[in-house]
């Protein structure tokens, strides 16, 4: 399959256009030409030396990333820049980057992964974003004890053996819970707003802890790179269905 036809569905499948103003992410192509023969597409978390070594030692034509190189543009590709773009093209490996768009889609994203997780049911957007939304809500098929969701957040996901921070303020049941992903907390209260008992993220900052606990809701940090897993292996589902072959790269870092 042509690279641009393999960019030019995801883009529509993402709507990466409509994030261009709200991402300092360059999502879609970043790097590559503008026509290659693609016939296996890797995925990964991130868009680093690692993830692109193995790329290459798998004879990839495309990797696919959630985070990926340019954050608002390079001034100079030199030093660590120029050491990490040069093996993707000395190795024709191509980079396509989904950052807020793999947030916030709301069946193949980050948020509704954790969401399937946890078995949450009545789902709406959550984690307003000027007009878009980066994160999903929803309620417990069946109400969480505190200690019950946490334990089965640290089980599904890739934690690489961290446990998941607990910030436990809420009530004693949990009902109704908010999730964005990653680094999130900054939605806690969006979360509160909206009547939520929990705020499920990745990292947290200083002032959540208290956020929360004048707020008397649970927040549940399960690791930036824990909750974002779900949207790669999603696309690669859908990359597998267009008759490419795959390969999921696993780089846990614990945090």
Do not use: C
Not at 77 to 103: C, S
Not at 229 to 245: H, M
């Amino acid at each position: 399959m042509n690279l641009s036809t393999v960019v030019d569905r995801l883009d529509e499948e993402l709507r990466i256009a409509d994030y261009a103003d709200l991402d300092a992410s360059a999502n879609g192509l970043q790097i590559g030409p503008d026509e290659a023969e693609i016939e296996r597409v890797a995925f990964a978390v991130d868009g680093v030396r690692e993830t692109f070594d193995r790329a290459i030692e798998a004879d990839a034509d495309l990797l696919v990333v959630h985070h990926g190189l340019s954050w608002g543009g390079f001034d100079r590709v030199t030093g660590r820049t120029y050491d990490r773009i040069a093996p993707l093209i000395e190795n024709d490996l191509a980079l396509y980057v989904a950052h807020l768009p793999l947030d916030g889609h709301q069946e193949l994203g980050n948020a509704a992964g954790v969401a399937d997780v946890l078995d949450l049911e009545d789902r709406t957007p959550f984690g307003e974003l000027g007009p878009e939304y980066i994160g999903q809500r929803g309620t417990a098929a069946e109400p969480y004890a505190p200690e019950a969701l946490q334990g089965r957040l640290e089980r599904e996901l890739e934690t690489d053996g961290q446990s998941v921070q607990h910030l436990a303020f809420g009530p004693d049941e949990i009902e109704d819970v908010a999730i964005v992903t990653g680094s999130g907390v900054d939605w806690l209260d969006e979360a509160v707003d909206a009547g939520a008992d929990a705020l499920v993220t990745g990292e947290g900052k200083q002032k959540a802890y208290h956020e929360a606990q004048e707020a008397g809701i649970h927040v549940f940090l399960a690791g930036h790179y824990a909750t974002e897993t779900f949207g790669v292996r999603s696309l690669q589902d859908l990359v597998e269905d267009w008759g490419l072959e795959t390969t999921s790269l696993e780089v846990p870092t614990g945090l």
